[in-house]
C-alpha cells in the first residue's frame, strides 16, 4: 500500500492536471467561439452592415450625360462603383446604382471615344464587361472589380464573391434606399 504522501501527491497531481485541463479547455473554447464571432462580423461587415455616407459618391445625378466624356480613371470609377451593388467586398470605396439607363450611357461614351484621340485605354474591356451587364449577365462582376482594383493598386477591398439575390437586395436596401 502506498505511503500517504504519495497518496497525497498523487491525488494533488491528478487534481491540478484536471483543473488545468478544465482552464485550458474552457478557454479553447471561448477562443473558438471569438474567432467564430470575429468571422461572422467580417461576412457581416462585407454584406454591407457598415456603409460610410462619406465613402460615396453617387449624388443620385446621372453620372454621364449624353454629350459629356468622362476621363478614364472616372469612366472606371464609375464601372468600379457599379460592381459593389454584385460583389462582396471587405472595404467598397464608391458606389453608383446599376440601372439600365447608366449602362446604356456608359456605352454610348465608349462608342463615341472609339477610335478617336480620346479613345480609353482599357477601351476592349469596359466595352466587354459592359455588354454582358447590359445583357443582364453580371456573373463576370467579381473579375470586373478586381481588374479595375488591380489598375488602380488596390491594397484592401478586393472582391471575394458575387453577392446572392437575397445579399444584393438587403445591400440596395440599405445603401440606396435611405437616400
Not at 456603409?51 to 464601372?79: A, H, L, M, N
Not at 462608342?111 to 456573373?139: H, I, R, S
Not at 438587403?170 to 435611405?178: N, P, Q, R, V
Amino acid at each position: 500500500m502506498p505511503s500517504t504522501k504519495t497518496l497525497v501527491i498523487s491525488i494533488t497531481s491528478m487534481v491540478v492536471l484536471i483543473l488545468g485541463l478544465t482552464y485550458w479547455f474552457i478557454s479553447d473554447l471561448d477562443w473558438s467561439l471569438k474567432e467564430k464571432t470575429q468571422e461572422a462580423e467580417a461576412i457581416s461587415d462585407e454584406k454591407g452592415s457598415t456603409v460610410d455616407p462619406e465613402r460615396y459618391v453617387d449624388d443620385s445625378e446621372e453620372s454621364i450625360t449624353s454629350d459629356g466624356v468622362p476621363s478614364e480613371s472616372k469612366f472606371q470609377d464609375y464601372i468600379h462603383g457599379m460592381t459593389h451593388q454584385k460583389v462582396i467586398a471587405k472595404d467598397k470605396w464608391g458606389i453608383y446604382q446599376i440601372s439600365e439607363e447608366r449602362i446604356d450611357n456608359m456605352l454610348e461614351v465608349l462608342d463615341k471615344v472609339k477610335g478617336t484621340p480620346k479613345e480609353y485605354k482599357y477601351q476592349d474591356f469596359y466595352t466587354e464587361a459592359l455588354t454582358e451587364w447590359d445583357k443582364g449577365n453580371f456573373t463576370n462582376a467579381v473579375d470586373v472589380h478586381n481588374y479595375i482594383w488591380n489598375l488602380n493598386g488596390g491594397t484592401i477591398g478586393k472582391a471575394k464573391r458575387l453577392m446572392t439575390t437575397e445579399e444584393e437586395q438587403a445591400y440596395i436596401d440599405k445603401t440606396y434606399d435611405k437616400r
